[in-house]
Every structure is written in structure tokens, then in C-alpha cells.
């Protein structure tokens, strides 16, 4: 079975710190994403990788970067956190013309 | 971009009753419609897709259509069950590094 695990499941920060979100996914994957979450708005793409080190942006990249290292791993990057960017974080991986997969997600909450 | 409307929002049906889920897009270049099931707690999952040269699948008591002219494409649960209420997403993509997702309906099943 596919398995992509996010680091943390809640998240508490604070206005101005670094956020660093981490993804794996265990299926050598090419495509990695992250997603954020919100009632009534669906899933909105923030980035999405096609191979290591690339990246694009989604449609809400504001305030948000990535890295992606190795195949494997691909990390959302918060600047410096903000009271809007309190949201739930998605990170799926597949194949290329492939299902996604999606991992648990992470409930930020930043005060 | 793509634009994906979903309707309804919230759902409630007697179990074994039907119920249909409803998408419509904007882009007529998308050609692979996915729909994910996401239960509290966990990330979406894939339960069903259908690609643009295809007008209906089925899956036991899922299917889906697609109207391409119409740009709309539903989901259909027929004898439903408890354990089918959750959240259930559409998406559209044309490329498969885009997924635009519409913005969800609950689904409650009463016993």
C-alpha cells in the first residue's frame, strides 16, 4: 500500500515563526503536492513537484514555499506565519497520469 | 484556470436511499474527473474516476457520469449505508500537476 505521513497531525505557531511542514511518501512517486483545506473552498493547490529540486506553483503560492531534496520527501515552507495561513495542509504524491494519495494532513493554527 | 462548482453542499438521505452528487467545470481542455472520499480524520481517497472518452463507470453501488458537452459530471451512491457518510470531493485536471478541486459535500446517511 501507498503511504505518505505528514510530520506532525496539529500544529500550534505563533505570528512571524518559521513553519516547516514535512511529507514522505514511500512509493517513488514523481509528483508530490500540497493542498491547504478550508470549509467551504475545497482543496487549493499551494505547490506541486514533478521531480527533485522542481517545482510550480498552484494557485495560492502567497506566503508559502517548498523544497524538494530528494524523491521522497517534498517540505511546505511558511515564511513567517500569518493568522490566514490557519488552515488544515494536504499532502498527496502519485504517479504521473496517475491516482493521488493523500496523507493525513496537519491542522495548523497560528495565533 | 479551471473552475469546478459542486452542489450540493450538505447531503442527508435515509440509508438505502440513492444520492447524487453533482459537478460541473469550466474548462473544456479537462479530461480526467476523479472523485475522493474523505472520512473525519483522514486525508481523501480515491473511490472513483472517469476520463473523458468514457460517458459512465461504474464501481458496485458507485458510478459516475460525465456529460461533455455539458461540462457536468455526478456521482451517484445507490443503497446507501451508514459508513458512506463522510466528505466527498469532485476534481478536474487536464495535465495532472493541476487538480482543481470543487468545494465539497457532506454526506449524512441516517439508519
Known amino acids: 500500500d501507498v503511504k505518505v505521513t505528514q510530520s506532525s497531525r496539529y500544529l500550534v505557531k505563533r505570528t512571524g515563526e518559521k513553519v516547516f511542514l514535512e511529507c514522505v511518501q514511500d512509493m517513488d512517486h514523481e509528483n508530490m503536492f500540497w493542498y491547504r483545506q478550508d470549509p467551504g473552498l475545497g482543496l487549493r493547490l499551494i505547490y506541486f513537484s514533478y521531480d527533485v529540486k522542481m517545482k510550480e506553483k498552484g494557485d495560492i503560492p502567497e506566503g508559502y514555499s517548498v523544497s524538494r531534496e530528494k524523491k521522497e520527501r517534498f517540505s511546505l515552507i511558511l515564511e513567517s506565519a500569518s493568522t490566514n495561513q490557519t488552515s488544515m495542509y494536504l499532502c498527496?504524491?502519485?504517479?504521473?497520469?496517475?491516482?493521488?494519495?493523500f496523507g493525513p494532513g496537519t491542522r495548523l493554527t497560528v495565533l | 484556470g479551471e473552475n469546478v462548482e459542486q452542489h450540493p453542499s450538505t447531503l442527508s438521505v435515509q440509508e438505502g436511499d440513492s444520492a447524487v452528487i453533482k459537478c460541473t467545470y469550466s474548462d473544456s481542455a479537462s479530461n480526467y474527473f476523479p472523485w475522493y472520499k474523505q472520512e473525519l480524520g483522514k486525508g481523501p481517497q480515491l473511490i472513483i474516476d472517469?476520463?473523458?472518452?468514457?460517458g459512465e463507470k461504474k464501481d458496485q453501488r458507485i458510478a459516475v457520469t460525465l456529460n461533455k458537452t455539458a461540462k457536468h459530471f455526478s456521482l451517484h451512491i445507490t443503497e446507501t449505508q451508514p459508513e458512506d457518510s463522510a466528505v466527498y470531493f469532485c476534481?478536474?485536471?487536464?495535465?495532472?500537476?493541476?487538480?482543481?478541486f470543487g468545494s465539497g459535500t457532506k454526506l449524512n446517511v441516517k439508519p
Open positions: 498527496a504524491s502519485s504517479l504521473f497520469g496517475g491516482e493521488q494519495f
Open positions: 476534481a478536474a485536471t487536464y495535465n495532472f500537476n493541476k487538480f482543481y
Open positions: 472517469i476520463r473523458s472518452n468514457v
